[in-house]
């Protein structure tokens, strides 16, 4: 099973492809899909969407897994990041590819083994439960390799 | 100038072509792409995006117009509202279309002269300003007709 992980947004986009061997996890491909900051939103999210695109069409995943809403966030800053997020589930519709949406505190829950954890202890688990060498950079592609590996960890009989 | 008004939706979504003459406003075609609503939200976001499109490339707009986030929502409604304006101006953004977004107050005020107008006002006034026959219908739509029409009494050197 190979899951593409996206944490999504309107500016910079992680993602992390991670494969789901017999009793092993590997990192296919993980990176960050940006536009300009400057340029405005509907380019923006025109680069977004053509990005997301080739990634999915190069790394073939089964399936895709994304945060959903962060709590605790004002209407304002939930409508940019649904814009964002939009982006990235239309994405996933025209692959056809199935999508689960995990909160937050379930990807630090299952990656960490507490739903508190702090960025840098979920990037450490990533790192250890994929193998790699170091702490996956940036930041956003490692956010997103922590909600593919929440699917993997959590989806029954996903294996 | 040709306006595609927007109201944007996960499960329906509204348009409305406008087309400013010298001094009259004209209708150029309106109505609702719709999807499932028992659909997966990606199914649903890809059916979205494929409608906006084909109405984009029917119509030959200049711009769109649309509406931004309506205030007093919950950080939840807002997400999901978001993730249908992102697919809209995603559509813009492929068609290098410049987009402009309106308050829900100042569509109404400055097609019906209010801010606090009524549904019923606007869709009348819509009708009024377009000269047709009847109030458009669906709702989605008339609030699509009045974003654009919002736009050609607003815009500076609109005409």
Chains 1, 2 share one sequence.
Do not use: Q, W
Request: positive net charge.
């Amino acid at each position: 099973m190979r899951v593409l992980g996206i944490d999504p947004g309107t500016i910079r986009v992680g993602f992390g492809v991670v494969e789901a061997g017999a009793s092993t996890y590997r990192a296919v491909a993980f990176g960050v899909v940006a536009s300009a900051s400057t340029a405005p939103l509907p380019e923006r999210l025109r680069r977004i969407h053509a990005g997301l695109t080739r990634v999915i069409a190069r790394t073939g995943p089964d399936l895709v897994a994304i945060e959903d809403a962060f709590s605790g966030i004002n209407p304002h800053a939930a409508l940019r990041i649904g814009e964002g997020r939009g982006v990235a589930l239309l994405c996933a519709g025209e692959a056809r590819l199935p999508v689960f949406s995990y909160a937050p505190t379930e990807v630090k829950r299952a990656v960490t083994g507490g739903g508190g954890a702090r960025k840098a202890s979920v990037a450490r688990m990533v790192a250890f439960l994929l193998g790699l060498p170091r702490e996956p950079s940036p930041e956003d592609a490692s956010d997103a390799l922590a909600v593919a590996l929440c699917h993997c960890l959590r989806a029954p009989g996903s294996r």
